[in-house]
Structures are given as structure tokens and as C-alpha cells.
């Protein structure tokens, strides 16, 4: 019980690091068009590392953080973020500690879907047509963002997963108490 605390405490201290960072970096750089989201990122790294029920909820958690905080109608954010975290538990099974490849793809394949879905929703709906310069402006320099930025925090997320996880085996290798 108390391993799961620790492990939704910190989850949930990253979800608001995440969303307050990501938040500040938007605002700051209005000019510029393409941020790092690391709000996708951390929900494709959590469903990566700990499989798709956990991917999932964490994925509506930041979903609806944006929504609430910056989205038009509530739930459209979160639909999309959940099923990305989802999406991202799928690999759970390929989850190596050494390789930083497969998460690499994992958050640029995923932001290029979380972006077209984004497109879909909110301009191709409206008649906006200009796929290319949609493309070209925002979905590009995004995904190089977000994966770079993921390059960076990727082995920083792995040793803290480490962590969690050989708390949770002193805690049930324990017969002292």
C-alpha cells in the first residue's frame, strides 16, 4: 500500500511539473509556434514503463489538465491523451533499460498522431484545408521538440522507474516486520 502511494505521489508531482512547464514554455514563446509537449511525453513514457492501465489514466489525468485549463469543449484532449497512453502501454513487452530507440519512436510516432487527430478535430472539421502548412509550421518542429526533449528526460524517467520499482521489492522482500 505504501509503494503505490509513493508511486501515484510521484507520478502525479510529474503530471504537474509537466503540465506547468509546458504551460509556462507556451505563453513565454507565443511567437513561436512549435513547443515541446511534454505532457505526451510523459504519458508515452508511463505507458511504455508501466503498460497500458497506467499509461491510460495517466493519459486522461494530463488530457484533461489541458482541457481544462486551455480547451475549447472538455474531453477532446483527454480522449486523444488517453488513447496515446494506451497505445504506448502496447510496448510495454519491448521495454528494454538500455535502449533509448524504441521510446524515441514511441513519442515521435505518437506526436505525429496526437497532432494529425488534432488537425482533424479542430481544423479539418472547420473546412481549413492547408494540410502541408499545418505540417510544415506545427507537426514537424513539434515532433523534433518533444523527441529531443525525450532523448534528454528519457534516462531520468528510467532511473526513477528503477527506483519505484526496487522500493516495491524491499517492501515485499521483507520479512522483518
Do not use: W
Request: positive net charge; aromatic residues 20%.
Amino acid at each position: 500500500m505504501k509503494h503505490r502511494v509513493i508511486k501515484i505521489s510521484i507520478t502525479a508531482l510529474i503530471i504537474i511539473i509537466s503540465f506547468v512547464l509546458q504551460s509556462e514554455i507556451s505563453l513565454a514563446n507565443s511567437d513561436v509556434v512549435a513547443t515541446p509537449n511534454f505532457l505526451l511525453f510523459v504519458t508515452c513514457i508511463f505507458g511504455f514503463m508501466r503498460g497500458c492501465n497506467y499509461g491510460s489514466v495517466t493519459g486522461l489525468i494530463c488530457g484533461l489538465l489541458v482541457d481544462i485549463f486551455f480547451g475549447d469543449v472538455i474531453g477532446l484532449y483527454g480522449l486523444i491523451y488517453m488513447y496515446m497512453g494506451f497505445f504506448s502501454g502496447l510496448f510495454k513487452k519491448m521495454f528494454y533499460s538500455n535502449h533509448v530507440f524504441m521510446p524515441m519512436v514511441l513519442v515521435f510516432t505518437s506526436d505525429f498522431i496526437y497532432n494529425v487527430l488534432l488537425y482533424i478535430f479542430r481544423f479539418l472539421l472547420r473546412n481549413k484545408l492547408d494540410f502541408s502548412f499545418y505540417f510544415e509550421k506545427i507537426i514537424f518542429p513539434e515532433m523534433i521538440i518533444t523527441t529531443f526533449v525525450a532523448f534528454i528526460l528519457y534516462k531520468l524517467f528510467y532511473l526513477l522507474n528503477e527506483k519505484i520499482l526496487t522500493l516495491k521489492q524491499e517492501n515485499t522482500l521483507s520479512f522483518d516486520k
